[in-house]
């Protein structure tokens, strides 16, 4: 079953269909099972686009959701790949070329860089799939 990741903020403004909210870090960060990925227990607030389930006005205390899915989805996109397309590169071009490492390491964060690019060109599509809900408390 696919749980829910939740977190309470504030509405500080609203765009259409869209809340922009603030997390209100909370001392429940710590028994989180996403705080590793989540990153909010690092920081003192966050602010994101949340759908609005239902009609807010700002300044209302909402709850936040994502699936816990996408979080790791998140995780495997913006980090493990990454860092297995380094390796490949730096696999691929270390046994198949003469190149010093300062070559085959630059071009690794070069091939990093391009990865990146590529994620934020089709970062509409990602933002349609990576929803965050809100739902007044």
């Known amino acids: 079953m696919d749980e829910l990741i939740r977190h309470e903020g504030i509405v500080l403004?609203?765009?259409?269909e869209k809340a922009h909210v603030q997390i209100v870090q909370t001392s429940a960060c710590s028994a989180c099972k996403a705080r590793s990925m989540c990153m909010s227990s690092e920081s003192q607030s966050k602010e994101m686009d949340a759908i609005m389930l239902e009609p807010m006005k700002i300044g209302d205390k909402v709850e936040v959701e994502v699936r816990e899915r996408l979080a790791w989805k998140a995780v495997l996109l913006a980090y493990i790949l990454p860092f297995i397309v380094m390796l490949a590169i730096i696999a691929i071009l270390d046994f198949s070329t003469d190149w010093s490492e300062a070559v085959v390491g630059t071009l690794s964060l070069c091939g990093i860089a391009l990865y990146y690019i590529g994620?934020?060109?089709?970062r509409n599509r990602l933002q349609k799939q990576f929803s965050f809900t809100a739902r007044k408390i």
């Open 13 to 16: 403004s609203i765009n259409g």
């Open 119 to 122: 994620l934020s060109v089709f």
